[in-house]
């Protein structure tokens, strides 16, 4: 079908307009109300609670630094997990302040290849941090409960920490974190987990929607 | 209902054709269509305040209609993959007639942005308001539409040369 035949079949084909009309009106003012709420509420709720988490892990680290301060001038190394916890918690104030930035500079209004651009970049940022958290969190998982159980139940890391044992685990949480990734790369997307594990090890989210900036600055240019 | 509520309600009955073909374009199924419906209305509502009056309601509604619709097919393209039945997609797009079908078909072929590009144009809005909508340039909108009509020329020929045919 040549365009000009394809345009006068579309316009030729009867719009039921009515049918969406009704779907369109049937949606009450206290409908929309209540779903506008649930949206935004949606957008942000994310963004705002890594913010409380992060500024929580924040000050545990601090207050724990201060605390001990002369216990760890004399031994650094335990100061180890709080540095890292404290750097997670800064991590996840700075992705929720930009996740919240993304969010209110975000207008449907705004011209098609903009808007859906800022979309893509917000769910490719999303993606990106989610991945982060997820490997880091495989590779230093024995370092929260260090910390934690030195902040409240005063720990002597100094005395019980085998450190050539705290490496090997990391090691093994990133070559576990490789294989991962290896095979999610492997999975083809026919199941919700393979689909999750894609997007979240292997980063497929941020290869579809750089795939899909990619296609917008073409379209763009010309 | 508050003056600007009715305002609104005006606006919307008075293009609700545009709503409806933009929903007919990216979505398939009558629940889709419905929660796509939905989606565009309080997504124009949210940003009924913040319209630009110097501009055409009809400009506003083109912008706010396919990101919506657009952003809605990411979300629900692939999870639709995953959950629905072959047999029941099939079904599901069925052709009420021939050259709906048709159409359809050609449409869905293209991506996102060339959807809407053809889309806009099939209304016949000019290549300026177009390129307002979309956000390039009326010399990008020709040169895109010659190319879009050099694809289905092409795709003809393909047709008309498969023995088959």
Same mark, same amino acid.
């Given at each position: ?7 006068? +079949? ?23 109300? +209540? ?123 100094? +005395? ?63 | ?63 706010? /209609?396919?990101?919506? /619709? ?71 909108? /020709? ?23």
């Amino acid at each position: 079908m040549e365009l000009e035949e394809l345009k006068s +079949k579309w316009q030729s084909t009867e719009a039921k307009v009515e049918e969406i009309h009704q779907i369109v009106t049937a949606m009450n003012q206290v409908q929309l109300q +209540k779903q506008n709420r649930r949206t935004k509420i949606g957008l942000s709720v994310g963004p705002i609670t890594e913010l409380i988490v992060g500024a929580a892990i924040m000050l545990a680290a601090g207050g724990f630094i201060a605390d001990k301060w002369t216990r760890i001038a004399s031994y650094p190394l335990g100061a180890v997990p709080a540095v890292l916890a404290g750097l997670f918690g800064w991590f996840l104030i700075w992705q929720g302040i930009w996740q919240l930035i993304f969010v209110d500079k975000l207008d449907y209004a705004g011209s098609v290849t903009e808007t859906q651009s800022s979309l893509l970049n917000l769910r490719k940022f999303r993606a990106r941090t989610g991945q982060f958290v997820l490997l880091a969190g495989i590779a230093f998982w024995h370092f929260p409960p260090l910390f934690f159980l030195q902040w409240v139940g005063h720990f002597d890391i100094a +005395k019980s920490v085998n450190w050539p044992w705290m490496f090997a685990n990391s090691l093994i949480g990133i070559v576990i974190s490789s294989v991962l990734i290896a095979i999610a790369r492997r999975l083809p997307p026919t199941s919700a987990f393979n689909r999750f594990a894609s997007d979240v090890f292997a980063g497929g989210e941020v290869e579809r929607a750089e795939r899909t900036l990619n296609q917008i600055s073409e379209f763009r240019a010309v | 209902m508050t003056a600007r509520q009715q305002e609104f309600e005006t606006l919307l009955a008075q293009h609700v054709g545009i709503v409806y073909r933009i929903v007919r374009t990216y979505s398939r199924n009558s629940d889709d269509q419905q929660d796509l419906a939905q989606e565009i209305k309080l997504q124009l509502w949210n940003s009924f305040s913040k319209w630009d009056r110097s501009r055409t309601f009809s400009t506003w509604i083109y912008r706010i /209609a396919l990101n919506t /619709a657009i952003s809605w097919l990411r979300k629900h393209s692939l999870r639709n993959r995953l959950s629905t039945p072959l047999d029941e997609q099939t079904t599901a797009a069925a052709p009420a007639n021939d050259a709906r079908f048709e159409l359809d078909e050609i449409i869905s072929r293209l991506d996102p942005m060339n959807q809407a590009l053809l889309l806009l144009y099939l209304e016949e809005l000019p290549h300026e308001e177009i390129g307002e909508v979309l956000g390039i340039s009326a010399a990008n909108v /020709a040169t895109r539409i010659s190319r879009l009509k050099q694809q289905l020329h092409e795709q003809n020929k393909e047709q008309d040369s498969t023995p088959w045919n």
